[in-house]
């Protein structure tokens, strides 16, 4: 069975501290990970896909990064708007399911 | 456009009552599924539909039951339901035939409060 973890499970930050989030997963056949945003009471929201080990997507302050085991996603120079909860998740090729993890809720404190 | 529509944003039911959830998206993209979320914690996949065709059904109740009149209109038809049954209720959609894609949008979600 598919399996994702997600540390921490909150994190509170200065604006400007730079940090990391860590999703490790397993997975029968890797067919993408994604990240999503997810801001309270909406939709989440799609930030990147990565595909195979070594990839890395950027977008802003953020930046995904994947080995055969986890991905991380880096903060640089948080701003409080920046605050939500990032979802991780897997999917296996043959499978239209996603695996969710718990998510990160990140605080940007001003 | 990655736009998903979902109407209406906000539902209060009686366990009586009967009801649908509307979700709406243009992308052309030619799989629709339906999430529920309770507060805190990850979306929990209920429902696939794949070229208009029920592909997965996570053994939900009875309760709720979905349509897929066309590929771009995706229903959720609520009847008798139980106040444990108060969520966002989310849709997504993909293109599922790309290869190396797939990404599922999400809409806004519809937050459903069963008194």
């Known amino acids: 069975e598919d399996q994702v973890t997600q540390s921490p499970e909150a994190l509170r930050l200065q604006e400007g501290e730079s940090s990391s989030l860590n999703c490790s997963y397993t997975?029968?056949?890797?067919?993408?990970l994604f990240w999503y945003r997810q801001d309270p009471g909406k939709g989440p929201e799609f930030l990147f896909t990565l595909y195979s080990a070594g990839e890395e997507k950027e977008k802003e302050r953020l930046k995904a990064t994947l080995t055969k085991k986890e991905s991380f996603l880096h903060i640089t120079a948080p701003k409080p708007e920046d605050s939500a909860t990032y979802l991780c998740?897997?999917?296996?090729?043959?499978?239209?399911?996603?695996?969710f993890g718990t998510g990160t809720r990140l605080t940007i404190i001003p | 456009d990655t736009e998903v529509t979902q109407t209406p944003k906000h539902l209060v039911m009686g366990m009586t009552n009967k009801k649908s959830l509307k979700c709406e998206q243009h992308?052309?993209?030619?799989?629709m599924y339906w999430y529920k979320q309770k507060a805190k914690k990850p979306p929990e996949l209920m429902f696939v539909y794949s070229y208009e065709k029920l592909s997965i059904n996570e053994s939900v109740p009875s309760r709720f039951s979905p349509e897929c009149p066309n590929s771009s209109l995706l229903n959720l038809h609520l009847h008798a339901l139980q106040p444990e049954d108060s969520a966002l209720y989310l849709c997504?959609?993909?293109?599922?035939?790309?290869?190396?894609?797939?990404?599922?949008?999400f809409g806004a979600g519809t937050r459903l409060s069963v008194l």
């Open positions: 998740a897997v999917q296996a090729f043959g499978n239209e399911k996603l695996t």
């Open positions: 997975v029968s056949g890797l067919r993408g």
């Open positions: 992308m052309g993209h030619r799989a």
């Open positions: 997504a959609s993909s293109h599922p035939d790309r290869l190396a894609k797939n990404i599922q949008y």
